[in-house]
């Protein structure tokens, strides 16, 4: 096994074997230049294409360098991980509905995101549509890896989730019965116990941060085939794939299928880069491009689950979003970094310290916030009841904010509307033609609430379509103030114009959720 390459003589698909002495080296070095030059440009005695080199004594080198210069492989590598890696066979006994697809995909049914994300490893290896329906026992196939000799293992959530009996194979081929010690759905991780040994090879999950362009190797059990090995590159670092907000994927384009879910992809040291659990596949197969949770992660989880059997994630209690240059730019922001506070929940850590909707955290204890997605994994990554200091842009200023972290609930529940989605229609609205915009008075439209003014039509055409406004939303803000009708919205608007802004921010709240939404101004 070799190094990263640092020149020709290290790179990775050739190796030294014997050696030869500096004198050698040079002869060596001097022919094989020759030879090219020859072959390049024509000078120097012509032997015809069977050979470069220009007489009998550098043609003995030429061989020579065939011998020293051979291709290798992982087969090295292979053996020496290969035992460390499992497959996982689960039994799920379950009542599958008429409408029940058993797919296993995180995404909404018919989404073009549920469409082309695709778990690998669901019950039966079955696309969905094509699984039993009624009663019965329902076989899932996927994979997995010890980290340690006495018997616990990683998989995936996806896999064991729901599963009344674990079973795996080793690479020997034997089969022990295993149970399920913890699981993190936010993660898709999984930490299992094998039971019946004592002395499993295990794998070390790497220390180091892979880098764009190293190679991996993926071991699992794809299509339940058991021991397969594959091979490829890193294609790209911290992908988000919609599947929450801890995304933080590594790309890999070594082949994976249905059955490599919770397998490990390895890099050159033998050590666990990431473990697999998603591909983007329009057709349900390898097309390149699969996604490993990294080792990092794995590691902090998997403690949780050996300790407690659960994960506990700090919370700060706000709805976040991230800073778009368009609303960098209505704040007055030199870039779009940082994550733009949407609304504080209430009697969460953050509100109870000051927090506002609009706000933007730029800091988390010194260390900068690139985006939404940073400060919610920094956030997570923190234990409960850890003191915390975010720095905070609040209405142009910098503050700095302490403030203690709570406890992420197990699930946030969104907030309900406020009445049905019938909102009357006696009350058309007046226009706001430089959004492009019909608005009217929350109190004066059924179910839309007291505050702010409720969106009765959206021109097709405005740059607030463009934006995601649709009929039935309720601004609540217009460039940080309050509005109650479309006046305070023109002045509102206004006043930006007055101000030099190009950009007016709004907070909108949609479907019960709010968020800020950018929109250019109109020129006159």
């Known amino acids: 096994m070799t190094d990263r390459p640092t020149d020709l003589s290290s790179f990775p698909s050739y190796r030294q074997r014997g050696s030869l002495s500096s004198a050698r080296k040079f002869a060596l070095m001097a022919s094989v230049v020759a030879g090219l030059g020859a072959a390049v440009y024509g000078f120097g005695p012509s032997s015809g294409p069977a050979s470069i080199f220009s007489s009998p004594a550098q043609a003995q080198v030429g061989n020579e360098v065939r011998k020293v210069a051979q291709p290798i492989g992982f087969a090295d590598i292979v053996e020496r991980v290969k035992p460390s890696v499992m497959s996982v066979k689960v039994n799920i006994n379950e009542k599958i509905t008429k409408d029940d697809s058993g797919d296993d995909s995180p995404f909404q049914p018919g989404s073009p995101m549920e469409r082309f994300f695709r778990r690998f490893g669901g019950p039966d290896g079955l696309p969905p549509g094509m699984r039993p329906r009624g009663h019965g026992v329902v076989t899932g196939q996927g994979s997995g890896f010890f980290i340690s000799a ?28 295993a149970k399920v010690i913890g699981s993190d759905a936010r993660t898709d991780l999984a930490l299992i116990k094998v039971e019946g040994g004592s002395n499993f090879q295990f794998a070390k999950l790497s220390d180091g941060k892979p880098r764009i362009g190293d190679w991996v190797l993926a071991v699992g059990n794809p299509f339940g085939l058991g021991g397969t090995v594959t091979a490829g590159i890193v294609s790209a670092m911290g992908r988000d794939i919609g599947n929450g907000p801890y ?6 384009d070594a082949p994976v299928n249905k059955g490599n879910s919770g397998g490990p992809a390895f890099n050159t040291d033998g ?12 057709s349900g197969g390898s097309v390149g491009i699969a996604f490993s949770i990294p080792a990092a992660t794995v590691k902090s989880i998997v403690a949780q689950l050996k300790d407690k059997g659960s994960v506990s994630r700090g919370w700060i209690g706000v709805q976040i979003q991230p800073v778009t240059s368009e609303i960098a730019d209505s704040l007055g922001l030199k870039k779009a970094e940082g994550a733009l506070v949407a609304e504080p929940q209430a009697n969460g850590p953050a509100a109870k310290a000051g927090i506002e909707s609009g706000d933007v955290i730029t800091a988390v204890n010194g260390a900068s916030v690139k985006d939404a997605r940073e400060l919610a994994r920094t956030i997570g990554g923190l234990a409960p009841g850890t003191a915390v200091k975010l720095n905070v842009l609040h209405k142009g200023e910098d503050k700095v904010i302490n403030l203690t972290l709570g406890t992420l609930p197990n699930q946030l529940e969104a907030k309900a509307d406020n009445g049905n989605d019938d909102r009357g229609g006696a009350t058309r609205g007046t226009d706001v033609p430089k959004l492009g915009l019909t608005v009217a008075p929350a109190n004066s439209v059924a179910g839309a609430g007291k505050e702010g003014v409720v969106v ?9 379509a463009e934006r995601g406004f649709k009929e039935g939303d309720v601004i609540l803000e217009v460039a ?8 305070d919205v023109r002045d509102a608007i206004a006043a930006a114009k007055n101000d030099n802004k190009n ?17 250019p101004l109109a020129k006159g």
């Open 247 to 252: 995304d933080d994927f590594i790309q890999i």
């Open 150 to 177: 006495d018997g616990y293992a990683v998989t995936n959530n996806h896999v064991v989730d729901g599963a009344d009996k674990v079973e795996v194979t080793t690479d020997d081929g034997k089969t022990y019965s």
């Open 503 to 519: 950009v007016v921010l709004m907070r909108v709240k949609s479907g019960g959720q709010s968020r800020f939404v950018a929109i």
């Open 456 to 464: 009765t039509e959206v021109d097709p055409k405005s740059a607030a």
């Open 271 to 282: 050590e666990v880069m990431g473990v697999n659990t998603a591909i983007y596949s329009p």
């Open 480 to 487: 940080g103030k309050t509005v109650a009708s479309a006046n």
